[in-house]
């Protein structure tokens, strides 16, 4: 079994900056992608941004520019750095990571709880 523990959410004025951190634990053999997700109040779950194993990192349209992932795979953690932050950046953001763990070493993803993030002056 795989936990993931999100942290760095909170209240930020436009403009301003957060740095959320993803923190997996439990059996795991590889992870072959980190991702985040977001759900803003009455929307459906979208995607954010990827890193791979192999560190190529891919970004919404909505975000790119102004967020950047990031992943330390010795520490199982991913990150996202997100500046230049506007309101209809609020939501609840999900950190998901493809693990890979015995005995079936099969890829599977796990979510995170989510943390909210609040864009407001």
């Known amino acids: 079994q795989v936990q993931l523990v999100e942290s760095g959410g909170g209240l930020v004025q436009p403009g301003g900056s957060l740095r959320l951190s993803c923190e997996a634990s439990g059996s795991i053999f590889s992870i072959n992608a980190m991702d985040w997700y977001r759900q803003a109040p009455g929307k459906e779950r979208e995607w954010v941004a990827t890193i791979t194993s192999g560190g190529r990192t891919n970004y919404a349209d909505s975000v790119k520019g102004r967020f950047t992932i990031s992943g330390d795979s010795t520490k199982n953690m991913v990150y996202l750095q997100m500046n230049s932050l506007k309101p209809e950046d609020t939501a609840v953001y999900y950190c998901?990571?493809?693990?890979?763990?015995?005995?079936?070493?099969?890829?599977?993803?796990?979510w995170g709880q989510g943390t909210q993030v609040t864009v407001s002056s």
């Open positions: 998901r990571l493809v693990v890979v763990s015995a005995p079936t070493y099969t890829p599977y993803p796990y």
